[in-house]
């Protein structure tokens, strides 16, 4: 394969691309270079760190040599590794983008475009948080919708407050991991409240002879196992990661229960809503009668909430939900939504990835916040057309 035609930037009306340029070229003005990000990606980042909602929409293929790769689904993985490969990385640096995105949506076109920006290397982070909210909210006013609901959760608090509980690892892994799927979560303290020894797997002999056995080994015996049975990937995930997550279930079934008082914890948890302050105000209240060592997350929340406010956001228009995730495993922290209060999907939304650089391959922790604009459905609503 040599070239893709970007149809979906030469298909649209002049009127629409001419705005999303100018949207771009505010973004360069205030500080964030433009970036072409390749449309043929390797596919493996996209499978490994994006979740189950984009790995299922991803378009495959292959190379001339058997590698697998796909056309872009997003921009915030590309941009990220060609950053790695620049002399940029390490450093503070920012990227604005604008070009298209493929992915399978049904009766809708698998191919459309996106804006948006990417902002690497920030020591400030309730500062870069506020500001990157602020760039989304300009895209909006941008295109004539200036009230748009603002939707925000922190993934890094429901961090905190796993953390603070007395589980076993893997347990908390996997609670934050489903985090952004509600079913799961719910599934998970489900599955921990419940005496152990309900539901056992079929497979429960061999994962109780692994259980305790030294981690590389039993890796190395399930790896084996599963090539000797001729399986090579299922739904897009490798061997090794199959693997990985045989032993972790192996890891769980061995787990104390949760206390139904640690249950009801963390449900009281997810139900706080509200404004940014309020919200503040009654983690800080479950943390001391929790006992919860959730200090450092909270100073991060009300520190944004300070530059917000600096920054003109008015807090009473933010609704903040300790639930409010995205669907994507790499996210750490901050999450927003922008949407126009009709339809349920996003006009902008972004959030904080400090972990996924690391996972990319950087040999250090690079903080990481960016968001993605999808310019037809502003577009809609700036022409009167449905969302």
């Known amino acids: 394969m040599t070239s893709l035609p970007v149809s979906a930037a030469a298909d649209a009306p002049g009127d629409i691309l001419s705005s999303a340029r100018r949207l771009l070229s505010v973004y360069e003005k205030a500080g964030y270079a433009r970036t072409h990000p390749g449309i043929l990606q390797p596919a493996e980042p996209f499978l490994d760190l994006s979740g189950e909602d984009i790995r299922a929409r991803i378009f495959l293929t292959a190379g001339r040599s058997g590698e697998e790769l796909c056309l872009r689904p997003d921009f915030t993985i590309p941009v990220s590794r060609d950053y790695l490969a620049s002399p940029a990385a390490g450093a503070p640096q920012g990227y604005c983008y604008l070009g298209p995105v493929f992915r399978d949506r049904g009766a809708l076109p698998g191919e459309f475009l996106q804006a948006g920006i990417e902002s690497f290397g920030r020591a400030d982070k309730a500062a870069a948080d506020a500001e990157t909210l602020a760039?989304?909210?300009?895209?909006?006013?941008?295109?004539?919708?200036?009230?748009?609901?603002i939707r925000i959760g922190d993934v890094g608090l429901f961090t905190a407050l796993v953390a603070a509980l007395d589980l076993a690892p893997a347990w908390k892994r996997r609670l934050v991991k489903d985090f952004n799927r509600k079913a799961s979560l719910a599934q998970d303290l489900e599955r921990l409240t419940l005496s152990s020894g309900n539901g056992k797997a079929d497979y429960q002999g061999v994962l109780a002879a692994l259980a305790g056995s030294d981690p590389k080994a039993a890796h190395a015996l399930v790896t084996d196992l599963l090539s000797i049975a001729g399986i090579s990937a299922v739904g897009g995930r490798s061997v090794g990661e199959i693997a990985d997550r045989f032993l972790e279930q192996a890891t769980l079934g061995a787990s104390a229960t949760l206390p139904r008082e640690t249950r009801a914890l963390v449900e009281r948890f997810l139900s706080i809503n509200g404004n940014?302050?309020?919200?503040?105000?009654?983690?800080?209240?479950?943390?001391?009668?929790?006992?919860?060592a959730l200090d450092a997350a909270l100073d991060l929340f009300e520190s944004r909430n300070a530059q917000m406010k600096t920054g003109g956001i008015d807090l009473s228009r933010v609704a903040f939900s300790c639930a409010f995730g995205r669907g994507m495993d790499y996210y750490t922290g901050f999450v927003f939504e922008l949407t126009d209060g009709k339809a349920n999907e996003p006009l902008v939304a972004g959030g904080r990835y400090d972990d996924l650089l690391t996972r990319l391959g950087s040999p250090m922790p690079i903080p990481a916040i960016g968001f993605s604009v999808w310019i037809e459905r502003l577009s809609d609503l700036d022409t009167g057309g449905a969302a």
């Open 276 to 292: 940014p302050v309020d919200a503040a105000a009654a983690m800080r209240t479950l943390a001391k009668e929790g006992k919860l």
């Open 135 to 149: 760039l989304g909210l300009a895209a909006t006013a941008h295109f004539g919708h200036h009230t748009p609901e």
